[in-house]
């Protein structure tokens, strides 16, 4: 029989032979040939002290990288050795509370790294030289959302007046006064409120009902050219802006939209997935709608809450291929999305890494005038090596912790007592103390603090560090780790067209062939006698010495299923081969 193909993800039509659309495709990317997996998140950081809202990472002069993360009180910047968090705020001292609708946003100008948020001033760090974050220079305004565009950064979602952008001068990032260097602002008279701008060489301004294009105009007096491109179309979801390649994305309050060069709004989701997902948003949690571009791909995603998600995490992603023209829906739980370059890895700084981390509750000296630390978990848990030969694994005195080749521990994330922070070796006191050999305690103890695990039950490959400085798709965990999408696959599940014969007769479907290089997978066949009923799926069957996923179902209306186990190593899934007769004849 002729393949019957996974067609397009396009939930809004109706299933039955709906011009080749799939009402199921899940936890997949589109390929040319069908669809691909989608790999689960990997830990890459050690945890936030709070749930993330908002991280960025900037290229600094040397080529490396610095990554930034913001909480609701505070910013962080990733230690690239031992990968925890530092407290980076202005001063050390938490910021007012960031509102519920509102995340940290942040853009790179020269060697600077501008962060804000509606309830502090515009927030700047050095990365070649600063060790905190500091005020702005030149006095500019409170904001929620910012761009560089051209040679300028540009502010909006002021918190004094809304209704209007404000640029810095031309290179000249500290200068905010009108008329100095190009500084500037616009307000507009209608469109609503601004939401934010696309930046680039040219700026495009989003407002709640109105977008508008910002071009530079050198020598004029009114420094940028405005012009409106849209009316009655504008951002329902500030954080849902991703410019990729020459192409602007967007959720406006008609669905999903691009737009493309200079061009105007174009609806991508129209009549394919934009009424399935308004259906299933949760739209008291606008917030969570977050965009990103995958650097590596033509793909968007944009994570979102869904009715039934948890509070301040999001739990589905929509991905969408903008040089094919297909999307999918993915299961995915998290607290933010967007790319990261990942800074590089030593050995002796994988451990932080791996699993099997223990915390730590105390510190204290031990009576030598060493670290003495206290631990959450009973030392008996760990894993014990073969390093010391002179003690019984986990016996006083003993260094048997870690793989079989590792006799010495990274501590890390440890407030007060920062000197017990490091690599160290160690001897057992009992089954929650060890003392750390060298050490000195001088600090009183504070708070947190972890052990690493093991190098051997790394989450990812070491051959993902050699690439470690291209940008790739990551997101924070619900644990509050920064995570690469690099796990292993997550279960997919694909849905073909729903098919009839002609008149409405019967037919015996005896199965069908999955047309997929998974070793695993197995498939059912959804039925229903017409389409005024619910879909019912047969038992699904594994693929058979044949490569059939046998059936015996009798019906009028009927639909392939696939479904490839959570961890399956594959790479596309095409389509289905039916096996069914007419009912009545042999």
């Not at 009108?178 to 696309?198: H, I, K, M, T």
Request: contains cysteine.
């Amino acid at each position: 029989m002729p393949m019957l193909p996974f067609s397009d993800y396009r939930p809004d039509l109706s299933a039955y032979q709906a011009g080749g659309s799939s009402q199921l495709i899940q936890n997949v990317v589109p390929r040319g040939d069908g669809y691909g997996p989608f790999p689960g998140l990997n830990a890459y950081t050690q945890a936030l002290p709070a749930p993330c809202r908002g991280f960025f990472y900037a290229r600094k002069t040397d080529g490396s990288i610095a990554v930034f993360a913001g909480t609701a009180t505070d910013l962080y910047l990733l230690n690239n050795t031992n990968f925890s968090w530092i407290l980076v705020s202005k001063g050390g001292v938490s910021y007012s509370v960031l509102p519920p609708a509102n995340h940290w946003q942040f853009a790179q100008f020269g060697s600077n790294v501008i962060a804000v948020q509606p309830n502090t001033v515009p927030q700047v760090y050095d990365t070649s030289s600063s060790t905190a974050f500091a005020d702005l220079g030149g006095s500019p305004p409170q904001a929620s959302y910012i761009a560089v565009v051209g040679r300028f950064v540009v502010l909006s979602g002021l918190l004094s007046t809304p209704y209007r952008i404000q640029w810095s001068g031309l290179n000249a990032m500290t200068t905010w006064t009108s008329g100095v260097n190009s500084s500037d602002f616009q307000d507009f008279p209608d469109g609503g409120s601004v939401l934010g701008v696309a930046g680039g060489e040219f700026g495009v301004i989003f407002q709640q009902t109105a977008i508008r294009r910002l071009v530079y105009a050198p020598g004029s007096p009114v420094i940028f050219n405005i012009e409106r491109i849209t009316e009655d179309k504008g951002l329902m979801a500030p954080y849902s802006l991703i410019r990729a390649a020459n192409r602007i994305f967007f959720l406006a309050p008609q669905g999903f939209q691009s737009i493309e060069g200079t061009g105007v709004p174009v609806a991508i989701g129209k009549e394919r997935f934009d009424r399935t997902f308004f259906a299933d948003l949760d739209p008291g949690n606008l917030q969570m709608i977050i965009g990103a571009a995958d650097p590596a791909a033509t793909r968007v995603y944009w994570a979102y809450k869904s009715q039934s998600g948890t509070s301040g995490q999001f739990d589905k992603l929509l991905v969408y291929d903008y040089a094919l023209d297909r999307a999918a829906i993915v299961l995915q739980r998290g607290e933010y999305l967007a790319s990261l370059a990942a800074p590089g890895l030593t050995l002796e700084n994988l451990d932080a890494l791996a699993p099997g981390t223990i915390s730590i509750t105390g510190a204290a000296n031990n009576g030598l005038g060493a670290i003495r630390l206290t631990l959450a978990s009973e030392i008996a848990n760990w894993t014990y090596g073969q390093a010391d030969t002179t003690h019984a694994a986990g016996a006083p005195g003993s260094t048997n912790l870690g793989n079989a080749s590792q006799n010495a521990i990274e501590v890390y994330g440890v407030a007060g007592t920062t000197e017990a922070n490091g690599n160290w070796q160690f001897t057992v006191v009992d089954a929650t103390h060890i003392d750390l050999i060298g050490s000195t305690f001088t600090h009183a103890y504070v708070s947190g603090g972890s052990i690493g695990g093991a190098l051997d039950a790394l989450p990812f490959s070491l051959d993902t560090i050699s690439s470690a400085a291209l940008s790739k798709s990551s997101a924070v965990s619900t644990a509050h780790m920064l995570s690469f999408f690099s796990g292993a696959n997550l279960e997919a599940t694909l849905d073909s067209a729903e098919q009839g014969l002609d008149g409405g007769r019967r037919m015996r479907v005896k199965g069908f062939r999955p047309i997929t290089d998974a070793a695993a997978c197995t498939g059912a066949v959804g039925a229903r006698e017409n389409v005024q009923s619910a879909v019912a799926y047969s038992v699904a069957q594994p693929v058979n010495g044949k490569g059939l996923c046998p059936a015996n179902v009798s019906t009028r209306l009927a639909r392939a299923r696939i479904d490839i186990p959570a961890g399956t190593a594959w790479s596309f899934a095409s389509g289905v081969e039916p096996d069914f007769t007419q009912e009545g004849k042999r």
